[in-house]
C-alpha cells in the first residue's frame, strides 16, 4: 500500500464565548499516523481534575473601624473562596469581641474557638462575610492606643476614624497610605501586614480619672497552738485573711510583749518586719482576695510565780495574750494548749474565750501539734479585748516507758547445702513512736530487704549497727501491725558429720514469744539441739480445747474450721493421717478440733475438720499416733492406731454426745497414752533428752521464703528445696541474741 492521505472537511464554527481566532472552513489532508494517534487520544478517558492544595482562600480583609469614648469598633469584610466540595470550616478573625456576622445580607453562624471565630461556608463557591467587631481602647495621660489583630488574608486594608483634627497616628507594623482630617476628626488609610497584630496609638487629650482608693476592710480566722516545754514557751498562729473590700499591700499584727519573732510565712508574703509589739507583712498581690499565714513566736526564760524560778521547775504560771490583726473587721479564732512532758496543766480563760473539746478544733491545727493536748477553746474578739490564756502547771519527774513492744516473731531460717543460711523474721509490732528497730547482727550477715505493713523500705547501716524501720511516710499505725526484714549469714560449709551453730540478731525491743522454724536438707540427719531456744514440742499438750488452741505449732492440714480444702481421702500422700468426722446418727461434724501425736516422740499436729467434717494433717512419722477429737456438745475422743510413714492412713472417727470432760479412749494393738499418769512424762523426758523434733512437712513460711528467693531477693541462694523443718520456741526475748547448736552427718 502506497503512502497515501486522507481528506476531510472540518467546518469549526463558534461556540460560547470563544475569542481565539477561528481558521477558516476548507479541506485538511492528514497522513494515515497521524489520523490513527487522534483515534488513539479520542479513544482515551478524560483525567479526573485533581483536589485543590487548600480547601479555602482569604482572598483580601476590608477594616472600618472608628473610635467612640473608651472603645473601638466597626466592621470587616472578608473576601475569599472554598475549593473544596462540601462545608468547610474557615478561620475569620481572632482577639476581637464579634456582635454578628452576615453573607450576601443574611445572618450567618459563626462558632468560638480557642480565642477565634470561624464559620461554616458550603464550596466550592466564592464568599464575602461581614463581622461587626469591637476593641478595648487603653487610654493613659496623653495617649490613647489599642492592639489590633490582623486577618490572614492576601491583602489588608485599614480605614480607621479616631476623634480631633490633625491627629497623628502611629502603627507598629504597617503602612499608612493616606490621611484626612476635618469636622473634628481624622481619618487614615492604611495596608497591613496579614496576620500579625499592629499597635496603633496616637496622643490625646483624654485622661483617666483618678480612682479613689477603697477602705480596706478584711475578715481574720486565726487559730493557736500553745507549746509548753522544759525550756520555753512557744506558739504558732494560723492565720487566714478574707478581705471583702480595697486592696492591701500590707496588715499589721499585734504580737504579744516579751515574744520573739521566730518565723512569719505564707503564699502571698513578700516581707515581714519587726515593731515594737507589732509585725509588718508586705503582700506580694494586694488584689488577692485570701491570705495565709503561719507566725511562730517563743519566749524563753519564763520565771514561775513564787521565786523566778526557771520554766522546768516543778510550779509554773504564763500569761499569754494571743496574736490580732490591726483594722480587722471581725476576728475568731482557735487556742490549743499542748505541754511537753508530764505534767498537770490548769488554764484560764479570758476575752471572750470558750473552752471546746479537742476533737472539735481544726485537723490543721492539731496537726502542728507534736506533744499531748491539754485544753481548747474558741473565740471571737470583742472591740478593744486582747484574748489571754492564763496558764498555770505542775510537771512531775519522767519515767521511762516502753515506745515499742513485739507481741511475736516468727523466724524462719532455710540452711543451705554450703552452710549459709537465709533468714526471714517477721515481728508483730506495737509501736508508739520509735521510728527504727536496732539489730545487731552476728558477724558475717548481711540484711537484704526489709518491708512495713506490707510495703518495702530502705534499711539503714549505722555506726553501731543496722538500722530498720518501724515507720514509713504516710503510715500511722492505729495498733498491731506487721514488720519483716530478711539477712543472709554466710556460715561453714556442711562436711560428711560435725556440729553446727544458727543464731539470731540483737534487737533493741522486748519479743513476748519467738517461734523459729528451721529448714535443714534432707541429705544431712540432726540431732541433738542444744541453744538458748527449747524444742517445740516440749510445750504440755493439754487434754482440752483451750491447751490444743495454744499449742504454737502451725496447722498443717485445715487453717480455718468450716473451710473446705482440696483433700482427697480416698489417695492420702505418704506421712498423711485423716479422716471424717461424724456423730452417732452419721451426720458429719464440722469444726472438730484434732490433735495428732506421734507417741514415741511427742510430736503433735493439730488441724480442724472442715464442714465436710473432713480433717488431714502430714509429716506423721510410722509408729503408734493418737488421735485426739475435741468438739463441742461432744466427748472427747482419744484413739490410737498404727501408722505408717510409706503411705497414708485413714482414720474415720464417730464422737459420742456429751461433755467435753468426758473421754472416750479407744485402743488399738498398743496402750493408749494415758496424759493422767505418768506416761506422758515419760515422753517428754525423751523428747528433752534427745531434744530434737522427728522430721515434719515444711510449713508456708518456708515456701514463701523459697519463692522469695527467685526474683524477689536481690540475691542468688541455692536454698534447698526439699528438707526437713525443726521447730523452736524461746518466750520473753529483750535485746539478747538466740543460739541454736545441733549435730549432724551425711546420709
Known amino acids: 500500500m502506497t503512502n497515501r492521505g486522507l481528506l476531510f472537511v472540518i467546518t469549526v464554527s463558534a461556540m460560547g464565548q470563544n475569542n481565539l481566532p477561528l481558521p477558516a472552513a476548507g479541506n485538511v489532508t492528514l497522513p494515515l499516523e497521524e489520523y490513527t494517534k487522534l483515534v488513539e487520544l479520542a479513544r482515551q478517558q478524560p483525567k479526573k481534575s485533581e483536589a485543590p492544595p487548600l480547601p479555602y482562600i482569604v482572598k483580601n480583609a476590608r477594616m472600618n473601624l472608628q473610635v467612640a469614648g473608651e472603645a473601638v469598633s466597626g466592621t470587616i469584610t472578608l473576601e475569599g473562596e472554598v475549593f473544596a466540595k462540601g462545608d468547610r470550616k474557615v478561620p475569620l478573625v481572632t482577639g476581637m469581641i464579634v456582635v454578628d456576622a452576615q453573607q450576601q445580607g443574611r445572618e450567618l453562624a459563626i462558632e468560638q474557638e480557642g480565642g477565634g471565630h470561624t464559620a461554616l461556608l458550603p464550596g466550592p463557591g466564592e464568599f464575602a462575610v461581614t463581622l461587626r467587631t469591637g476593641l478595648p481602647l487603653s487610654i493613659e495621660p496623653g495617649r490613647a492606643s489599642f492592639n489590633l489583630p490582623v486577618p490572614a488574608a492576601g491583602a489588608t486594608q485599614l480605614t480607621l476614624t479616631v476623634p480631633g483634627d490633625q491627629t497623628q497616628v502611629n502603627l507598629s507594623a504597617g503602612l499608612i497610605t493616606s490621611r484626612s482630617s476635618g469636622q473634628g476628626r481624622t481619618v487614615i488609610e492604611a495596608t497591613l501586614v496579614p496576620g500579625e497584630t499592629t499597635n496603633l496609638w496616637w496622643a490625646s487629650r483624654l485622661t483617666s480619672p483618678p480612682v479613689a482608693p477603697k477602705e480596706v476592710r478584711f475578715l481574720s480566722d486565726i487559730k493557736t497552738l500553745i507549746s509548753v516545754s522544759e525550756a520555753e514557751l512557744s506558739f504558732a498562729a494560723l492565720a487566714e485573711i478574707t478581705v471583702v473590700q480595697g486592696e492591701p499591700s500590707q496588715l499589721v499584727v499585734h504580737a504579744p510583749e516579751g515574744y520573739e519573732l521566730t518565723g512569719a510565712t505564707g503564699p502571698t508574703l513578700a516581707s515581714s518586719d519587726v515593731q515594737p509589739n507589732a509585725i509588718r507583712l508586705t503582700l506580694t498581690d494586694p488584689?488577692?482576695?485570701?491570705?495565709?499565714?503561719?507566725?511562730?513566736?517563743?519566749?524563753?526564760?519564763?520565771?514561775?510565780?513564787?521565786?523566778?524560778?526557771?520554766?522546768?521547775?516543778?510550779?509554773?504560771?504564763?500569761?499569754?495574750?494571743?496574736?490580732?490583726?490591726?483594722?480587722?473587721?471581725?476576728?475568731?479564732?482557735?487556742?490549743?494548749?499542748?505541754?511537753?512532758?508530764?505534767?498537770?496543766?490548769?488554764?484560764?480563760?479570758?476575752?471572750?474565750?470558750?473552752?471546746?473539746?479537742?476533737?472539735?478544733?481544726s485537723p490543721y491545727l492539731r496537726s502542728l501539734a507534736r506533744a499531748p493536748l491539754h485544753v481548747a477553746f474558741r473565740y471571737q474578739k470583742r472591740p478593744a479585748e486582747t484574748p489571754v490564756v492564763a496558764l498555770e502547771w505542775v510537771r512531775f519527774p519522767d519515767s521511762g516507758v516502753l515506745s515499742a513492744v513485739a507481741q511475736r516473731a516468727v523466724v524462719t531460717t532455710l540452711v543451705t547445702t554450703e552452710?549459709?543460711?537465709?533468714?526471714?523474721?517477721?515481728?508483730?509490732?506495737?509501736?508508739?513512736?520509735?521510728?527504727?528497730?536496732?539489730?545487731?547482727?552476728?558477724?558475717?550477715?548481711?540484711?537484704?530487704?526489709?518491708?512495713?505493713?506490707?510495703?518495702?523500705?530502705?534499711?539503714?547501716?549505722?555506726?553501731?549497727?543496722n538500722r530498720v524501720p518501724l515507720l514509713r511516710p504516710g503510715f500511722r499505725p492505729a495498733g498491731s501491725y506487721a514488720i519483716s526484714f530478711v539477712f543472709l549469714h554466710a556460715g561453714a560449709p556442711f562436711a560428711k558429720k560435725g556440729g553446727g551453730e544458727l543464731s539470731l540478731p540483737k534487737m533493741d525491743i522486748p519479743i513476748g514469744i519467738l517461734e523459729w522454724e528451721v529448714f535443714l536438707p534432707e541429705r544431712y540427719k540432726v540431732a541433738d539441739f542444744g541453744g538458748d531456744a527449747l524444742s517445740a514440742q516440749l510445750l504440755p499438750a493439754g487434754n482440752n480445747e483451750e491447751i490444743a488452741e495454744a499449742l504454737p505449732l502451725r496447722v498443717t492440714g485445715f487453717d480455718r474450721p468450716g473451710v473446705a480444702n482440696d483433700v482427697n481421702l480416698n489417695s492420702?500422700?505418704?506421712?498423711?493421717?485423716?479422716?471424717?468426722?461424724?456423730?452417732?446418727?452419721?451426720?458429719?461434724?464440722?469444726?472438730?478440733?484434732?490433735?495428732?501425736v506421734h507417741v514415741d516422740t511427742g510430736l503433735t499436729q493439730r488441724t480442724s475438720a472442715d464442714r465436710s467434717g473432713r480433717w488431714m494433717v502430714s509429716g506423721i512419722p510410722s509408729g503408734r499416733v493418737s488421735i485426739t477429737v475435741i468438739s463441742p456438745g461432744f466427748q472427747m475422743l482419744r484413739q490410737e492406731i498404727q501408722h505408717d510413714a510409706n503411705r497414708g492412713t485413714r482414720r474415720d472417727v464417730s464422737i459420742q454426745v456429751g461433755s467435753a470432760a468426758e473421754t472416750v479412749t479407744i485402743t488399738a494393738t498398743a496402750p493408749l497414752l494415758n496424759t493422767e499418769s505418768g506416761e506422758l512424762a515419760r515422753v517428754q523426758r525423751n523428747a528433752r533428752q534427745n531434744a530434737a523434733p522427728a522430721d515434719t512437712a515444711a510449713s508456708s513460711n518456708v515456701t514463701d521464703l523459697q519463692r522469695r528467693v527467685v526474683g524477689v531477693l536481690p540475691i542468688a541462694v541455692n536454698v534447698p528445696r526439699t528438707g526437713n523443718s525443726y521447730r523452736f520456741v524461746r518466750p520473753v526475748v529483750v535485746d539478747e541474741e538466740t543460739k541454736l547448736t545441733f549435730t549432724y552427718r551425711s546420709k
Request: proline share 4%.
Open 287 to 361: 488584689a488577692a482576695r485570701s491570705h495565709q499565714f503561719l507566725i511562730s513566736m517563743v519566749k524563753a526564760n519564763i520565771t514561775s510565780r513564787a521565786d523566778d524560778r526557771p520554766l522546768s521547775s516543778a510550779n509554773s504560771t504564763a500569761e499569754i495574750p494571743l496574736v490580732t490583726f490591726q483594722g480587722t473587721q471581725r476576728e475568731t479564732g482557735e487556742v490549743l494548749v499542748e505541754g511537753d512532758g508530764t505534767m498537770e496543766l490548769t488554764a484560764t480563760e479570758r476575752g471572750g474565750l470558750r473552752r471546746m473539746d479537742l476533737k472539735e478544733t
Open 419 to 465: 552452710g549459709s543460711s537465709l533468714t526471714e523474721v517477721k515481728l508483730t509490732l506495737k509501736n508508739q513512736s520509735q521510728p527504727f528497730l536496732k539489730v545487731e547482727f552476728p558477724a558475717g550477715a548481711s540484711i537484704l530487704s526489709a518491708d512495713v505493713a506490707g510495703e518495702k523500705v530502705k534499711p539503714v547501716q549505722g555506726a553501731d549497727g
Open 572 to 596: 492420702l500422700r505418704a506421712g498423711q493421717v485423716g479422716g471424717i468426722v461424724t456423730d452417732p446418727s452419721g451426720a458429719l461434724v464440722s469444726g472438730a478440733n484434732i490433735a495428732v
